[in-house]
């Protein structure tokens, strides 16, 4: 077992270009329990410095491979019960490196539903079939041999009834044959179509689907994208999608794997080809191949929400800014929430943007009143219903009353879940639903990470089709990349919900509540030491939360850098060997420490302190920049002044303009209207892209110019090339695919890239 676990090793490593020695070394921290954020950041000699997503990578290249083990054992002990499993079998099996091929291997042994073939066995033709399909009889025999299976007793009534029955269960095995669902499925991926036509509209139909009526491409060439529209319209009722595929290829490639050209039973046994391909093989295959794309295409759209939300919680905090938060609406009012710079609410209100000139006046009078007295200058406002409406208001505002003021239109997409959750009740328990959905507005405006941690990440309306995803699959790579922010940022011990503790390394979500009720009843940690007297939290938990967690104003200043309590020692004999203190290094004139800790990272110097470069590498860039914040680094958010509206737009004008989301197809862009700009993956740059994620993330600010705007359908195209940078645009709308395909019917189409075997 042991010489088997070492040969996957090294495949995985081959796969994904490490050496074996760095695959066996991840794969025992995991196997020892250690998070990926921990091995990533304090376990880079043994990893070879592996980054986050290399060892993820390997993570999931080994949880597979066990898997496969699994099923390949437990394959291999059903058909040992059947008594079937011979010595050359056992060898496909073991030697299998997919599920599907596991699933091809298996399915002649799996027990069979009620069908044609299994009635037939049931009144004793599989003699029969099994004599015609080894040709052992010549075709004018055939019926004679059949004459000896005919029993009414068992219901064959006749030979056309046990040739039939015969029929029935050669189709069965050709359909079952591993070579034949080989070819099949590929031959299904080189020459298979979608095509679409249109269904029964359900209640909520609209035009959503219009334009995908009459789509026709092949399987191979389908974007991610599409497939999951193709799937929302079929499931809604407009659309009815069906797949062909080239099943007279199939018949031929089916019959030179049979021999049939010398078979003695040709005719029958062409025959029986025809019946596996069109009633078993067919159905199987569409099954197959669209589930395939189904996968695909969510991998995909998973894999454009975990980097846009990525972005999203990484954006830049706003930090020592009190914030004025306006939940919009039009008969309840608009929700007003005001925050001081740590997010503690200091007033709510209510004001409304309909009615007489009176209330509109009270309304303005009302917002520039908070905001004097609570020294805001900053108003973020929710993207919900009256969005529009009320920036409107806080446009005009802040021409009349407050110049010096800016505002920002906030994604509320969850604020609404959060309200009614259990968290926001334990959070606010003062507060009604109305003001705690407000709070979060503001809130995402002055730390996106620590507030967005509270919601569902599948609710927060960055990605595509997400809703129509896999939730476990959505979970985990979701999971997986709040995760990894919370980690990448570091979280105050003393300041830190709950909601976000949970995502720190080693801890979950019942011990997350208890370092909160600890902080409760016992006041502020003054070391990460303190950690350990929290329930629930042992040496091991310590170890993989410690170096995550820090504390500013303790006792032991090292607690408040990245550097972790095991590597403390190394430390302090590192500032002992540059000659400078903490407090030095802490000092707002320390450039002079600081260059000197910077000249002591050498290889000499840490095999001196019996450390490896890159963790002394890491120490000193921790004491250099003791407080550094990453998302700092990032451009902070564009605020406004006044409104735009759609009506002010024509084809050229120059805006500036906020990454809002990152799709396949391009990337929306808010640019002070109530609708966002969408730029075309071909409008990004003058040059080819493979990704929109090529160029751009959610969060950048971007200069784009008008392309067009369609007032009825309130679209606006924009492009970020300049005019006179701009080539040809070619329209990639479905209507003109689908234009341009029935010019190009009778073009034969390029060969598609061999398709690699699902997992």
Known sequence: MQTKLQITLEQIAAELSFKTEQVAAVVQLLDDGNTVPFITRYRKEQTGDLDEVQIRNIERQVRFQRQLGEKAETILRLIDGQGKLTPGLRKQIEAATTLKRLDDLYLPFRPKRKSRAEAARQKGLEPLALLILDGKTESAATAAAATDYVSPESGVEDVAAALAGASDIIAEWISENVAVRDLSRKLAWRTGRISVTAGKPGKDATNEFQDYVGFEELVWKIPPHRVLALNRGEKAGPL????????????????????????????????????????????SIEREVRRELTEQAEKQAIGVFVRNLRSLLLQPPLRNENVLAIDPGFRTGCKVAVLDEVGNCLHSDVFYVTGSAGKREAAIAKLAGLLAEYDCSLIAIGNGTAC?????????????????????????????????????????????????????????????????????PQHIGVGM???????????????????????????DLNTASAS???????????????????????????????????????????????????????????????????????????????????????????????????????????????????TLRDIVEALVRPGRDPRGDSPGPMFRQGILRLEDLSPGLELQGTILNVVDFGAFVDVGLKDSGLVHVSQMADRYISSPHDVVS????????????????RRVSLTMLQTGEQGPIESRSIASQSRRRRRNKQRDETEPPKVAEST
């Open 240 to 283: 009815r999608v069906r797949f062909e595929w080239d099943r007279e290829i199939a018949r031929r490639s089916i019959a030179t794997e049979y021999h049939l050209e010398d078979h003695s039973n040709a005719d029958f046994m062409s025959e029986c080809v025809r019946d596996a391909v069109d009633r078993l093989i067919h159905s």
């Open 388 to 456: 529009r409406e009320t920036e409107e208001l806080v446009s005009e505002l802040i021409a009349e009353q407050a110049s010096g003021c800016r505002y920002l239109i906030v994604n509320e997409a969850g604020a609404s879940i959060y309200s009614a959750s259990a968290v926001a009740r334990d959070e606010f328990p003062n507060f009604d639903a109305t003001v705690r959905g407000t709070i979060s507005i503001g809130r995402r405006l002055q730390d996106p990470l620590s507030e967005l941690v509270k919601i569902e």
């Open 465 to 491: 089709y997400q809703h129509d995803i896999s939730a476990r699959m959505m979970k985990e790579s979701l999971d997986d990349v709040v995760e990894s922010c919370v980690n990448f940022v570091g979280v």
């Open 500 to 614: 976000l503790l949970k995502y720190v390394s080693g801890l979950n979500q019942l011990i997350a509540r208890r370092v909160v009720e600890w902080r409760e009843n016992n006041g502020r940690f003054s070391s990460r030491r303190q950690l350990l007297e929290v329930a629930g939290v042992g040496e091991a938990t310590f170890t993989q939360a410690a170096g995550f967690l820090k504390i500013t104003g303790g006792d032991e200043p090292l607690d408040s850098t990245w550097i972790h309590p095991e590597s403390y020692t190394t430390a302090e004999r590192l500032l002992q060997t540059a000659g400078v203190s903490v407090d030095a290094l802490q000092s707002a004139e320390s450039n002079e420490a600081r260059q000197l800790i910077k000249d002591h990272s050498s290889l000499q110097l840490a095999n001196e302190l019996e450390v490896g470069l890159p």
């Open 698 to 713: 959610v969060g950048d600010i971007v200069t784009v110019w008008v392309q067009s705007v369609d007032i009825e359908r």
